[in-house]
């Protein structure tokens, strides 16, 4: 497909964790990022994956790259409701500076 | 990491009227973006503002709609010219990290409602 694509919707019980998915369209993508939007917010970089790894973990948070499948995951474990946003993944295409973005899952997280 | 100010953080206009945005950067950046969120909608990239030379613009946008300016490293606007409703939208200004060129962060973006 031409569109970078994830779930529009996740909720989860607090403490619970969250694992939010995504499908890139470029298998030449260098980076792959994860971005997080509280409302009324900006973009906050939660973390970012290059192209040759597997995986990458940042305390509560796992990325885990897949790609063959071209699937991107964000885990985030012990989830709490400040977790509650909406999260963005994004890809870089190699030689190139854009980012072009999914339309966001948003998280609930039920107290 | 780069601080990014963008001013006004929110506004409401009349249609037909234009609105210039300031992006401000803490620190001196090559690469600087404009990008739109439409209401409910991920993010668009409108332009790379170039410094010292016109700004390039993505397929759909246009420079008489979307002005920009870059005059140095650290500052960029975006005018949004004779505005519509469908000009509605959250719209940030960007900049990767000039070390590396691996991170890119975002400004708290611009809430415009055109009325």
């Known amino acids: 497909g031409e569109d970078v694509e994830q779930s529009l919707f996740l909720s989860v019980r607090e403490g619970d964790s969250s694992v939010i998915n995504c499908t890139y369209t470029?298998?030449?993508?260098?980076?792959l990022y994860w971005y997080k939007q509280e409302p009324g917010a900006g973009l906050q970089l939660l973390t970012y994956?290059?192209?040759?790894?597997d995986m990458k973990q940042d305390q509560r948070l796992t990325v885990l790259l897949n790609k063959k499948d071209k699937h991107l995951s964000l885990r985030i474990a012990d989830t709490q409701t400040g977790d509650s946003a909406i999260y963005f993944c994004?890809?870089?295409?190699?030689?190139?500076?854009?980012?072009?973005f999914g339309k966001g899952t948003k998280l609930s997280v039920i107290p | 990491s780069a601080v990014i100010s963008q001013k006004p953080s929110r506004d409401i206009c009349q249609r037909g009227t234009s609105l210039t945005i300031q992006c401000q950067v803490d620190?001196?950046?090559?690469?600087m973006f404009w990008y739109r969120q439409q209401p409910g909608q991920s993010l668009t990239l409108i332009a790379t503002?170039?410094?010292?030379?016109?700004?390039?613009?993505e397929s759909g946008f246009v420079i008489d709609k979307f002005p920009i300016s870059r005059p140095n490293l650290t500052f960029s606007t975006l005018t949004v010219s004779n505005m519509s409703p469908e000009d509605s939208s959250i719209y940030l200004c960007?900049?990767?990290?000039?070390?590396?060129?691996?991170?890119?962060?975002f400004g708290q973006g611009t809430r415009l409602t055109v009325v």
């Open positions: 994956i290059f192209s040759n790894m």
């Open positions: 994004a890809e870089r295409w190699a030689g190139s500076y854009q980012l072009t």
């Open positions: 503002a170039n410094q010292g030379s016109e700004a390039t613009y």
């Open positions: 470029d298998s030449s993508s260098t980076y």
């Open positions: 960007s900049v990767w990290d000039s070390s590396m060129n691996t991170e890119a962060f």
């Open positions: 620190s001196q950046v090559t690469m």
